[in-house]
């Protein structure tokens, strides 16, 4: 049988379709590049905003009308399968399977199931060993740096939040399964390795997140260790140590503030309030000034004033972060936030939405012309020149580098060159092998 994923949403859910993959691939199936070629598509979703849950329905229309013509299994897994369930038959009956996201290693079993006949097949049990995922088994996308599972679910409950509901309260791996996993990918010529969780600096499988940093960080042949996402309540004193001064460690902080309003805060739920983030950063040191910082912002919560966006403003202006994820609240069904008056007209959001990005646009230019001149590590992440001429390349500080390269030069994929800054925009810097 052959199938296809298309997978939506964060790097957690990246990974997801990597591990789905890898188990549909041990049983024998074959992966294929498009739905066309697939007997099998898998729609492995995102439930995080509204937009990304209507891409998922505009696609399950199109496989109802590519259904109607040929045989076709169509499995819907992710966020929003673990969110809607049995519902998702309802709204949409060409659908054979739905698999949650505590269920991955279900997969086969469930494809088997609908393979023997058996209609609407579901399984969205929480299974406590869902992050013990075999390594060996997942089937990585051709990529330049490689995702490693630490964690699971969250145990925070911001208000506006569908995770803690679509994947559970938090599940820690065990550091000596993480550590194989990054000696096993290391040994296949990985270079880059990300660590990943809804709530990483929470991790407790058998040491602190700190202390895992500096044992990854150990594994000989590795050069760069990455991680997302953290909550700015434990982000600790001692993993900011490691951050600055383990050389492994990339010199790059996500680190979610969501409103400069305290306020806002804490209709949110986020456990802390603006001066209490900034001291967290302050826990950076001078540091800070050689790291890039970047920072997600929810605009137009319900009760959101001019004032509290205008506080928002004013951090976004006073920490000067290199970059910013920004979008305007999303209800999301089952959150708590649902209670909350929203009365704040579309427009109004929109425009506040437009200030911010506008003003993050000229940081981000700023940030990226710091950069001009120097000559600075940086990861080729393609195989070839892209359509439009030059190399993609990403840096330590998570700049995004497009790289200008004579006719007849061949750069190694995965693999560190030395770049010199040319250009600097607000999306990415120009540069040419120094
Ligand atoms: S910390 Fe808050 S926003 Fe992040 S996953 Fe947990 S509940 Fe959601």
């Given at each position: 049988m052959r199938f296809h994923i298309q997978t939506w949403g964060c790097q957690m859910n990246d990974h997801d379709g990597e591990k789905l993959s890898g188990l549909l691939s041990a049983e024998g199936f074959e992966a294929v590049d498009s739905v066309e070629e697939a007997e099998l598509v898998l729609l492995n979703t995102c439930s995080i905003r509204e937009k990304a849950v209507h891409k998922v329905y505009s696609e399950l229309g199109r496989l109802r009308e590519e259904k109607l013509r040929r045989p076709l299994v169509v499995g819907v897994t992710g966020c929003l399968a673990q969110q809607e369930q049995a519902a998702l038959f309802k709204r949409a009956p060409h659908i054979d399977l739905v698999l949650g996201t505590m269920a991955l290693r279900q997969l086969p079993r469930l494809v088997a199931e609908v393979q023997a006949g058996r209609a609407r097949v579901m399984d969205t049990t929480e299974y406590p060993d869902n992050h013990l995922f075999p390594p060996a088994v997942t089937r990585r996308r051709d990529t330049a740096k490689a995702l490693v599972t630490i964690t699971e679910g969250c145990n925070h409950a911001c208000t506006y939040c569908i995770v803690p509901t679509t994947r559970g309260t938090e599940r820690h791996r065990p550091y000596g399964d993480v550590l194989a996993e990054v000696r096993g990918l290391v040994a296949r010529g990985y270079r880059e390795v990300e660590l990943l969780g809804q709530n990483v600096n929470s991790y407790a499988g058998g040491c602190t997140f700190a202390d895992l940093l500096e044992r990854v960080s150990e594994?000989?042949?590795?050069e760069w260790l990455r991680f997302t996402t953290s909550h700015p309540m434990n982000f600790t004193r001692e993993l900011a140590r490691v951050l600055v001064t383990n050389p492994k460690v990339v010199p790059f902080l996500h680190l979610p503030l969501q409103s400069g309003s305290d306020r806002v805060l804490k209709r949110m739920l986020r456990e802390y309030t603006v001066a209490e983030y900034l001291e967290r950063l302050g826990y950076l040191g001078e540091a800070r000034t050689r790291m890039t910082l970047s920072t997600d912002f929810i605009v137009?919560?319900?009760?959101?004033t001019d004032e509290d966006f205008a506080d928002t403003l004013r951090v976004l202006e006073d920490v000067a972060f290199d970059g910013s994820f920004s979008f305007i609240y999303s209800p999301r069904p089952g959150?708590?936030?649902?209670?909350?008056?929203?009365?704040?007209?579309m427009g109004v959001k929109s425009e506040r939405l437009r200030q911010l990005q506008l003003r993050q646009a000229e940081l981000t230019q700023a940030s990226n012309t710091r950069f001009l001149g120097r000559v600075i590590p940086v990861r080729i992440e393609t195989h070839g020149p892209t359509e439009h001429g030059w190399w993609l390349a990403r840096s330590a500080e998570w700049k995004t580098i497009h790289l200008s390269v004579g006719p007849g030069r061949d750069l190694p994929f995965g693999e560190l060159v030395p770049a010199r800054i040319t250009l600097a925009s607000p999306h990415f810097l120009g540069a040419e092998p120094a």
């Open positions: 594994v000989e042949g590795l137009g919560f319900p009760g959101e959150t708590p936030a649902l209670r909350l008056r929203d009365d704040l007209p």
